[in-house]
């Protein structure tokens, strides 16, 4: 006897890379994984002409007509089309992960009609929060994992370590890619009014804004701009090193450095959201301080003030763990291939109200968020 073909999913991202997001890392991993696995295959141009596939996953769809220059943009969305093309005289279903509500640096008229052929399309949304913002009547909650068997794998070191570990906490950080929509100015112009120490650790996106960045820290002896992309090993000691990780961008949504930080148990100052308080109301206002309006300096000395001293134990995270995420996409996975395939012209939203109403029928999603029953 021969064993039943693997479902082939492709990711609408490309070939994985070690520096990627290790959210595809850990998603990938983990949907391949074990008896009820699929087969992931990664965007490329062949796939997009003549790759089998037997679910699309999109992850951030701007991507699909984004290009490093004019030429590569129109090749990239002209293949995007052709595989749309193929997605719906297929009537392959369509697994749409809510990464945004909408992108971080604005899109162009193509990205925009990229994305309304692909709304066209959608199967199912995932939502990686639980704010109450979301149509759940088009989607489930697959709650965004924490970090934490990342960095035993990567830092060990600085994951072994308690929230109350003896070394001394001080000083506010602000890491990863740097880029405007995170509002890092605000940050620089707070610290130095607040005279709090701040560092700001990551790349910037590209030299113009690098130059934006040096030019606010040289007017401020408080923040220190270090602009490189740290390996987790020194990430992770950096993160575990400072009393508060501030993230000043208004338009969040959701927030991988945020949970980054909580999984070392490092405390944040971050804007009030409904994505935001949902985090909250998990983890506490200890590990979790919000704000409402712009960053001032005001708002920064408060929450600094208020995390001299660290709670006993850490934010309870253990609704993020990476096996149930993986079950419920793999869960997804199967609902939406088994799902009647009706055509998709008359109401677009039809499928996604179908396989919602499917999914939580399975009692694995209800006991994973409330946002699910």
């Known amino acids: ?99 945004n509500v909408a992108t971080h640096e604005g899109t162009g008229r193509l990205e925009r009609f990229v994305t309304r052929r692909l709304d066209r399309l959608t199967s199912i949304r995932v939502y990686l929060n639980e704010s109450a913002d979301n149509d759940t009547a088009l989607g489930v909650v697959a709650l965004h994992p924490d970090y934490t068997d990342w960095l035993r794998a990567h830092a060990p070191a600085q994951a072994a370590q308690t929230a ?21 100015e605000t940050l620089v112009a707070a610290a130095g009014e607040a005279g709090v120490p701040t560092v700001l650790a990551g790349r910037p996106v590209d030299e113009a804004y690098g130059a934006r960045l040096r030019a606010a820290v040289d007017g401020t002896t408080a923040v220190t701009l270090d602009e490189r992309h740290l390996p987790d090993v020194e990430l992770a000691a950096l993160v575990r090193r400072h ?40 983890v506490g206002a200890d590990w979790l301080h919000l704000y409402d309006g712009p960053l001032t300096a005001q708002v920064l000395a408060a929450a600094y003030a208020a995390t001299a001293s660290r709670p006993t134990a850490g934010p309870d995270l253990s609704r993020r763990d990476w096996a149930t995420h993986a079950d419920l996409h793999r869960r997804i996975y199967r609902t939406v291939r088994a799902a009647p395939a009706p055509p998709r012209t008359r109401d677009p939203l039809a499928d996604q109200r179908a396989n919602r109403a499917a999914l939580v029928a399975d009692p694995a999603f209800g006991r994973h968020s409330p946002r699910n029953r």
Not at 55 to 62: I, N, R, T
Not at 166 to 181: I, M
């Open 1 to 99: 006897m021969t064993s039943a073909r693997r479902p082939v999913v492709l990711f609408s991202t490309g070939p994985l890379k070690d520096a990627d997001n290790p959210y595809l890392h850990q998603l990938v991993a983990g949907v391949t994984a074990g008896p009820d696995g699929v087969d992931v295959r990664f965007l490329t141009p062949a796939d997009a002409l003549r790759g089998r596939l037997d679910v699309l996953h999109v992850q951030w769809p701007h991507q699909l007509a984004h290009g490093a220059n004019p030429l590569r943009t129109a090749i990239k969305t002209l293949l995007t089309l052709w595989l749309l093309g193929r997605v719906r005289r297929r009537r392959v279903p369509v697994v749409r992960t809510w990464h």
């Open 243 to 282: 009393r508060l990780v501030v993230l000043p961008y208004r338009a969040m949504y959701n927030s991988g450095a945020l949970l980054y930080a909580l999984s070392l148990g490092t405390p944040v100052l971050a804007p009030s959201s409904a994505a935001n308080l949902a985090i909250r109301a998990e």
């Open 164 to 184: 109350q570990a003896a070394d001394v906490h001080e000083g506010a950080l602000l890491f990863g890619l740097l880029r405007p929509y995170k509002e890092i």
